[in-house]
């Protein structure tokens, strides 16, 4: 993942070794995880549809041992991937699923990454004050929870605020973005699924 955005090419390299490494042990974990980083490797790299099989196949195999944490984890990449190209409705219903899972094991910071990506899903859709109240909501659960963005989270998240604004006039946004900051985690959680 470190090496991905300096030598994508490399870091393929690397994760077919990998990988044909781990299926010659049979160690079912490492199988998973090594067909989820392919899929973070193949999304930086734009191959949205090879990130989507791998994202899958890792979400099937972590189903499989009963790993429901890097199921779920596999499953908000799967929708980021989708959303990234374009399959908005199919995003959708993935991060409706993986943000109850989050919600029921209490990883905040991860509630708040699924409603900055339903909120990224309504930019698209062009509801600015339901991506408004959606990104407020976030930005408070992610200050209570101390769970800071990491760098690729916040370049994605600037560009869609960016988007955001050129849609919305600085009066709705503020406000939507206000009452966002009000809601509860379970109110936003029961928001954010609601279209």
Same mark, same amino acid.
């Given at each position: 993942?470190?090496?991905?955005p300096?030598?994508?090419?490399?870091?393929?390299?690397?994760?077919?070794?990998?990988?044909?490494?781990a299926?010659?042990?049979g $160690?079912?974990q490492?199988?998973?995880?090594?067909?989820?980083?392919? &899929?973070?490797?193949a999304?930086?790299?734009?191959?949205?549809?090879?990130?989507?099989?791998?994202?899958?196949?890792?979400?099937?195999?972590?189903?499989?041992?009963?790993?429901?944490?890097?199921?779920?984890?596999?499953?908000?990449?799967?929708?980021?991937?989708?959303?990234?190209?374009?399959?908005?409705?199919?995003?959708?219903?993935e991060?409706?699923?993986?943000?109850?899972?989050?919600?029921?094991?209490?990883?905040?910071? %991860?509630?708040? $990454?699924q409603?900055?990506?339903f909120?990224?899903?309504?930019?698209?859709?062009?509801?600015g004050?339901?991506?408004?109240?959606l990104?407020g909501a976030?930005?408070?659960?992610?200050?209570?929870?101390?769970?800071?963005?990491t %760098?690729l989270?916040?370049?994605?998240?600037?560009?869609?605020?960016?988007?955001?604004?050129?849609?919305?006039?600085?009066?709705?946004?503020?406000?939507?973005?206000?009452? &966002?900051?009000?809601?509860?985690?379970?109110?936003?959680v029961v928001f954010?699924?609601?279209e």
């Amino acid at each position: 993942m470190i090496e991905a955005p300096l030598d994508p090419a490399s870091a393929e390299r690397w994760l077919e070794r990998a990988s044909e490494a781990a299926q010659r042990s049979g $160690n079912p974990q490492d199988i998973a995880y090594l067909a989820q980083v392919r &899929g973070r490797v193949a999304s930086l790299a734009g191959r949205l549809v090879d990130a989507q099989r791998l994202f899958r196949e890792a979400q099937a195999q972590f189903h499989a041992m009963d790993d429901h944490r890097f199921e779920l984890s596999a499953q908000s990449e799967l929708g980021h991937a989708l959303r990234r190209d374009g399959r908005i409705d199919e995003a959708a219903a993935e991060y409706r699923h993986s943000i109850h899972g989050w919600q029921r094991s209490g990883n905040r910071g %991860a509630v708040a $990454n699924q409603l900055e990506s339903f909120a990224f899903l309504a930019v698209a859709r062009g509801h600015g004050v339901r991506a408004a109240r959606l990104f407020g909501a976030a930005e408070a659960l992610r200050e209570v929870a101390e769970a800071a963005m990491t %760098a690729l989270e916040r370049e994605e998240y600037d560009a869609e605020i960016l988007r955001l604004r050129e849609a919305l006039d600085e009066g709705a946004l503020r406000s939507a973005w206000a009452e &966002g900051r009000q809601l509860t985690a379970d109110e936003a959680v029961v928001f954010a699924v609601s279209e």
